[in-house]
């Protein structure tokens, strides 16, 4: 292992730091939680990764997401990432697929491949169909509930999806997945109530249409660093 994981060998020894080199992990999702998990993970050691997200990236992501800058705009989030990864880990072995997650698309997806898979999708039905084929495949799974609308970073927790309160995402998860027959998910979700969104703001008729939620530049991070974090600790049994 090169000197560029000296610092985290100090704290995992060498086996782990292996372990960490030979697993393949799955990230679904390269926007504001996405995406610094994703490069949480590669500058963890993670060998492998394979990015999902058929987005590209504008200016209403500057405020949030990691590979958003003027020269990145109008880029694939996916091809973005995958070229930072390779600027931080040359030896790791990225695959970039401009893929929306669905039911339509799920087929195309190889789940068994990975060691583990991250969901930091943004739409319901696609969260809950990746969580359903991940346990299907028998591959452990972490979600990402809303990172939308919050202002306190401190306020998230790691849980099952079933011990979760608050976060109105997380309840249509669990009442969805519990009709699924899904018994167990690991997320990270925050206490922390919506906050009232101000409506003296002048939207461009793309996102009014949407209902994009609120949105700032330490919130989404947060959770996707909790959720790299995890990925790692569980890979490397710490």
Known sequence: MSEQFVRTELLIGKERLERLARARVAVFGAGGVGGFAIEALARGGVGALDIFDHDTICLSNLNRQIIATHKTIGQYKVDVAKERILEINPDAVVNAYRLFYSKDT?????????????????????KIELVVQAKAAGVPVISSMGAGNKMDPTKFLVDDIYNTSVCPLAKVMRKELRQRGVDSLKVVYSKEPPVKLRK?????????????PGSNSFVPPAAGLIIAG??????IGF
């Open 230 to 235: 995890e990925v790692i600790r569980d890979l």
């Open 106 to 126: 799920a087929h195309e997806v190889d789940l068994s491949l990975y060691d583990y898979v991250v969901d930091a999708i943004d739409t319901v039905s696609a």
């Open 200 to 212: 003296d703001v002048v939207m461009t008729e793309k996102t009014a249409k949407r209902h994009v």
